[in-house]
């Protein structure tokens, strides 16, 4: 398992959710943690700088980050941030990246969801998922240390 030196988080959305993750992240993290975060209302994203990189755009987050955590109010939200339309398909390039959406849906909605994140190429993991299998793709990004500390702050946030 090749497994990178640097562990790059995205957190879009940077509310209450979204903050509350960064903080656990940024407390827990090893200093290898690289965290970018994005927000529509950039000054959600100000208590953060010089700690982290604030990202101009979603797609900025997106593509500096192997995990992406999406913080965002709904399922309107998570379309516009993935590119995902009418077609049901992510136009955003996500390959090779796990989305992780804190946000619960409805039973519908995170599946397709899910099934539009593998399609584009990305893993995808939902609240509340198995923390076996979060574990499990967080282990196939990052080092033991990175991966235990993101599962500390998510369950925290």
């Not at 030196?5 to 509350?20: H, N, Q, Y």
């Not at 959600?44 to 700088?49: G, L, S």
């Amino acid at each position: 398992m090749n497994v990178p030196l640097l562990a790059r988080i995205g957190i879009i959305g940077v509310g209450t959710a979204g903050s509350a993750a960064a903080r656990k992240l940024l407390a827990a993290a090893p200093p290898e943690l690289a965290l970018t975060v994005y927000d529509k209302v950039p000054e959600q994203c100000e208590p953060f700088r010089g700690i982290a990189t604030l990202a101009a755009s979603a797609h900025e987050a997106l593509h500096e980050s192997d995990l992406v955590l999406l913080a965002l109010p709904g399922q309107r939200e998570i379309d516009r941030t993935l590119e995902r339309f009418s077609d049901g398909r992510i136009s955003a390039d996500i390959r090779d990246k796990l989305i992780w959406n804190l946000r619960a849906l409805p039973s519908d909605a995170a599946a397709g969801l899910r099934r539009a994140v593998e399609a584009a190429g990305a893993a995808y993991v939902a609240e509340p998922d198995d923390p076996a299998m979060a574990m499990l793709q967080l282990r196939q990004r990052f080092d033991a240390a990175a991966a235990q500390a993101v599962l500390r702050a998510m369950r925290a946030a």
